[in-house]
């Protein structure tokens, strides 16, 4: 499996790159943060995003994942939300590995 970031841990609103999952195929989709404990706020919602021709279907929030990850099984191309979550003072990312 590989792994790829998609969106570098910070605290700001920010959108992750695509993360395309061809038909076949399976992703995993996950949160990272950089603290040492692994802790990530799970109060803000962190929404995996299907992309399609109109607008961007909401599929789920991350932060009620269990151990913040979603497998999905393309084909398809994905985005995540990361809302502003400075108020928590945690960076936290976006990753997959397929």
């Given amino acids: 499996m590989t792994q790829n ?3 570098a841990a910070a605290q700001t609103a920010a959108t992750s790159s695509d ?5 076949g195929a399976t992703v995993t989709v996950y949160l990272f943060t950089d603290r ?3 802790a990530i706020p799970t109060a803000p919602q962190y929404w995996v995003y299907l992309d399609t021709p109109s ?4 599929e789920v929030d991350l932060g009620k994942c269990a151990g913040y990850a979603f497998q999905f099984s ?3 191309t994905l985005r995540v939300g990361r809302p502003d979550i400075s108020a928590y003072g945690v960076n936290v990312g ?5």
């Avoid at 607008?55 to 909401?58: C, G």
């Avoid at 976006?94 to 397929?98: I, L």
Wanted: no cysteine; glycine share 14%.
């Fill in 55 to 58: 607008t961007d279907n909401k």
């Fill in 74 to 76: 393309g084909p398809g």
């Fill in 19 to 23: 993360i395309p999952v061809a038909a």
């Fill in 36 to 38: 040492a404990d692994g």
């Fill in 5 to 7: 970031t998609a969106l």
């Fill in 94 to 98: 976006v990753a997959y590995e397929n």
